[in-house]
């Protein structure tokens, strides 16, 4: 065989096992179990590069720490066990075509903060390959997850559930979930209430407003009207407080907070 048709086969071979090459080789549970044991570490930034570049798009390095480090204020991941479901190949996702997607069942174990107990929780994972590597692929924004981590962190807080009642503390979270997420109605009538607790009325006032606007159903106005009657009764305007806490309870019929507050100052009325 002459030097020059050698060659020409080797050229050959090479282009066929490189078209024959789909991408990684390990055994794509791995970057899901590395992911999950770097959760358990606290590296949120390797955590966070594992992720597609897809997800990296939409969501920053920094919003991805948020998230991880407020969702450990009331909850530990102890550990996860990670089972390949199937495997298919040029499927699309978002929009975006990957040469393999690997479905994965996960099975996480928790720790509630708020309760004191051990939990489970499943999810189905996708893992991709980019290039000659598994990446996670993740849908959707986090910054709304991380607002309403936010806000239940600031309820814990409000309510004394895990955390010391700290009116002050509850505030600044609730702050703090409405620089993500600013037209949330239901986390601006709370704000609102932790305000009337502190005695900071004229904030309380201007909250309930706000969330007045932006709530989005009658269950949501509802509490809106009781929060601005528990305002109004604060200050005095029992009149207003009375017909707030009317206008609550023919929202919702089922509130039963509006329906005692009625009561109470029906009574008080007379």
Known sequence: ?????????????????????????DDPSNVLSAYYQSVIDGDFIKAYNMHTEAYKQRNSQEDFSA??????????????????????????????????VVELSVVE?????????????????????????????????????????????????????????????????????????PNDGKVQNVLASAYLGAKRMKEA????QAALVNAKDNLSLSEVHNVLGLIAEEGGNFNDAKMEFEKAV????????AKTNLARISKNDK
Not at 115 to 128: G, H
Not at 205 to 208: F, K, L, P, Q, Y
């Open 67 to 100: 998230y991880m480090n407020t969702l450990r204020e009331f909850t530990t991941l102890s550990g996860s066990k990670v089972e390949k479901i199937k495997e298919e190949k040029n499927r699309e996702v978002e929009g975006k075509k990957y040469r393999r």
């Open 250 to 257: 023919e929202l919702n019929p089922d509130n039963e907070y």
């Open 205 to 208: 006032a201007e909250t309930a």
């Open 109 to 181: 174990q928790i720790k509630d903060l708020v309760s004191n107990k051990e939990t489970t929780s499943n999810y189905i994972r996708l893992v991709v390959s980019e290039g000659d590597q598994w990446m996670l692929h993740r849908d959707g924004d986090i910054k709304q997850s991380v607002a309403e981590n936010l806000a239940f962190i600031g309820s814990m807080y409000m309510f004394g559930e895990g955390k010391e009642v700290n009116v002050n503390e509850a505030i600044k979270y609730y702050k703090k979930s409405l620089e993500y997420v």
């Open 1 to 25: 065989m002459g030097i020059k048709k050698f060659f020409g086969l080797w050229l050959t071979m090479a282009l066929l096992l490189s078209a024959c090459n789909t991408g990684p080789k």
